[in-house]
């Protein structure tokens, strides 16, 4: 593996501003006083993933791994913060540069029947970008999606047919050749395969590992089923309301997690070994990004906290070899 990072986030944060509107601005004008609404949807986060490097993003549902992923795409340009790709600052860049990152760096929806335009054939779904950027010209197009439709799965006899014409998984596997159309070297995988049968989840991996192997990508494979992530993944980032709370190579992640967020996530993981076991879940519910808690955002909900989590924003501190937990217990406690 390479020692120089593809993609690496520094302190990078991500802010959404919903303005005052107009009937708010009327009520601060008899005396209300109505704010801007800003959610902290990232907060200063750094990342470094590797080529060929499997990077698995986990966290419950608005803990801003999705967000993270658009910025890593570039669909957001992060408030805060910087992004490098190749060792290269990309706000830096002259606009034919990054042109380059937005090719090399391409993201994989959720929801493939949302993702896809039900307006158009696979077709042009699938090469209109490669013949947009000059990857092949309009007379090549047609061979160039057929073979890429042929490397995903798919029959390139299909490339005539729209979305609604396809099952879950054929939308899915659509969705994958879109990306690899423009000969990407990262794949940024938001819930791939989160809609579809577990018998279709299995293809699907099977697919991107596969793929992994022959085109020699890189992935951020963003997923809240621990499950997949330990199926996929060399190395498994944990999120907290917009925060890394612990980094690990997978292994060692499922093995010994340290933060008491990582241990809570793992209880729940179903497995043979434990088929008798009541699961629980975490108590409380994650909270605003709107009002983000003080100190460590996980305290309101974290059985070991102590005063000194309220107050204190936990670092993420190297515990071994690329082990890293942001957690007060590791640095002197919680008092």
Known sequence: MSTEPII????????????????????????????????????????????????????????????????????????????????KDLQSLPAAERAH???????????????????????????????????????????HVAQTLERVGLDPEYMRRYPHQFSGGQRARIGIARALAVNPKFLVCDESVAALDVSIQAQVLNLFMRLRQELNLTYLFI???????????DRVVIMYLGRVVESAPAKLLFQSPNHPYSQALLENVPSLKNRKKRFATIKGEIPSPLNPPSGCHFHPRCPKAGPRCKVEQPVLRELSSQHFSACHLNDGGVQ
């Open 101 to 143: 990152h937005t090719l090399a760096v391409q993201m994989i929806f959720q929801d493939p029947m949302a993702s896809l335009n039900p307006r158009m054939r696979v077709l042009d779904i699938v090469g209109e970008a490669p013949v947009c950027h000059g990857i092949v010209t309009r007379s090549q197009m047609a061979d």
């Open 223 to 233: 997923s809240h089923d621990l499950s997949v992530v330990r199926y996929l993944s």
């Open 8 to 87: 690496s986030l520094q302190d990078v944060s991500m802010r959404f501003i919903t303005p005052v509107d107009t009937a708010g601005k009327i009520a601060n004008l008899l005396g209300a006083k109505n704010k801007p609404q800003v959610v902290h949807a990232v907060n200063e986060v750094s990342l470094d993933v590797f080529p060929g490097e499997v990077v698995g993003l986990v966290g419950e549902s608005g803990c801003g791994k999705s967000t993270l992923g658009r910025i890593v795409a570039g669909i957001y340009s992060p408030t805060a913060g910087k992004i490098y790709y190749e060792g």
